[in-house]
Each structure stands twice: as structure tokens, then as C-alpha cells.
T-cell receptor, first 113, second 110 residues
Framework: SQTIHQWPATLVQPVGSPLSLECTVE??????LYWYRQAAGRGLQLLFY??????ISSEVPQNLSASRPQDRQFILSSKKLLLSDSGFYLC????????????FGSGTRLTVV | TQLLEQSPQFLSIQEGENLTVYCNSS?????LQWYRQEPGEGPVLLVT?????EVKKLKRLTFQFGDARKDSSLHITAAQPGDTGLYLC??????????FGAGTILRVKS
């Protein structure tokens, strides 16, 4: 069966520090991978998505970047965190097309202080 | 403006009551997905509806896709505290990117 792992679960980082959040998927090949951010427990905003190794599409201009060094690995990064980067970050995967739904990781609560 | 408008934004009810939450849009969709998210966790897919007028049931949850495929509803019968969470509708307006509504926060008190 397919599983998705996301870590860390919580993170407190000072302003100006770097960030690296990692997401890995098991049990599937060539997944679409996504990073979402959720503010205040409401709707999800798509940040990045990837349809293959090295292929990254950015949805919202911001202080973050994403990389996909391996087929089932997706990394969210920042060189210098801002206070506004605080939030709940969710990684997800889907088969091509997404019509069978997304499977989400358990999320990372990031607090920038 | 949001592609998907969800209402109400927040709902607090007593255990055993029935409730309906809505997901509306001015656009026509080929399909609509419903997710439930518990605090501190990622959303979990409940159901996908694809045909106008379609009704799907998942235990005490009934999902309906509007005839014109512009809206959907989720009805919960005899709500329980375990139903507490954020209910999100989502759709694929084009390509593989899922777009979410802002969600309905449901609290069921015992």
C-alpha cells in the first residue's frame, strides 16, 4: 500500500534562518507531488507541484522553493525565513490527473519567531 | 473570489442533530471531492462525485452533486463527536491541481 511521510511534525525557527521540510512517498511510482500551506485551520493554498524529477511548478511567488531530487522525494526550502512563512505545511501525492483524490501527509507546523 | 464557496464557515451542534454543509460555485465541474481534516492532521478523502445529481452515502454521511455540477452538499445524520473537524470540498478546474474551498469547521458537542 502507498504511504506518505512528512517531517518534522513541528518546527520553531528564528526569522532569517533556513528551512528544509522533507516528504517521501512509498508504494507508488511517478506520483504527482504537491506542497500546500494552510493558514488558521482553513482552506489550503497550493505552493508547488511536481510531475517528475526536477520538474517544479510554482503557484505563488514567495520566499520558498521546492525540489524533487528523486521520484518519491519532495523538499520544501527557504534560505531565509520570514514571520509570514509561519503556517501548517502539507505534502500530498496523487496519480496522474488527480481525479482519484490526493493523499496527504500529516503536516508540519512551522512557527517563525 | 474563491472558486468554491463553502457554507457555513462554522457550525456547532449537539450530538444527535442533523446538519448540512454546502459547496457552491458559478463554474461547472467534471468532479468534486470532499475531505475531512482533524486538528493537526492532513485532510483525508471522503468521496468523489462525478455525475450531475449523483448521491453517495458513507455510513451517516450523504453527499450530493448538483444536477448542473456547480454545487454539492454534505449531510450528516445523527452527528457524533467523532465527526468534529474541518470539511473541505475541492475540484480540479483544469490539469492535476486540486483547488480547495475555505472549509466548514464542524464541532459536535456531547
Amino acid at each position: 500500500s502507498q504511504t506518505i511521510h512528512q517531517w518534522p511534525a513541528t518546527l520553531v525557527q528564528p526569522v532569517g534562518s533556513p528551512l528544509s521540510l522533507e516528504c517521501t512517498v512509498e508504494g507508488t511510482s511517478n506520483p504527482n507531488l504537491y506542497w500546500y500551506r494552510q493558514a488558521a485551520g482553513r482552506g489550503l493554498q497550493l505552493l508547488f507541484y511536481s510531475v517528475g524529477i526536477g520538474q517544479i511548478s510554482s503557484e505563488v511567488p514567495q520566499n520558498l522553493s521546492a525540489s524533487r531530487p528523486q521520484d518519491r522525494q519532495f523538499i520544501l526550502s527557504s534560505k531565509k525565513l520570514l514571520l509570514s512563512d509561519s503556517g501548517f505545511y502539507l505534502c500530498a501525492w496523487s496519480v496522474r490527473g488527480g481525479r482519484y483524490g490526493y493523499t496527504f501527509g500529516s503536516g508540519t507546523r512551522l512557527t517563525v519567531v | 473570489t474563491q472558486l468554491l464557496e463553502q457554507s457555513p464557515q462554522f457550525l456547532s451542534i449537539q450530538e444527535g442533530e442533523n446538519l448540512t454543509v454546502y459547496c457552491n460555485s458559478s463554474s461547472v465541474f467534471s468532479s468534486l471531492q470532499w475531505y475531512r481534516q482533524e486538528p493537526g492532521e492532513g485532510p483525508v478523502l471522503l468521496v468523489t462525485v462525478v455525475t450531475g445529481g449523483e448521491v453517495k452515502k458513507l455510513k451517516r454521511l450523504t453527499f450530493q452533486f448538483g444536477d448542473a455540477r456547480k454545487d454539492s452538499s454534505l449531510h450528516i445524520t445523527a452527528a457524533q463527536p467523532g465527526d468534529t473537524g474541518l470539511y473541505l470540498c475541492a475540484t480540479l478546474p483544469g490539469g492535476d491541481k486540486l483547488v480547495f474551498g475555505a472549509g466548514t469547521i464542524l464541532r459536535v458537542k456531547s
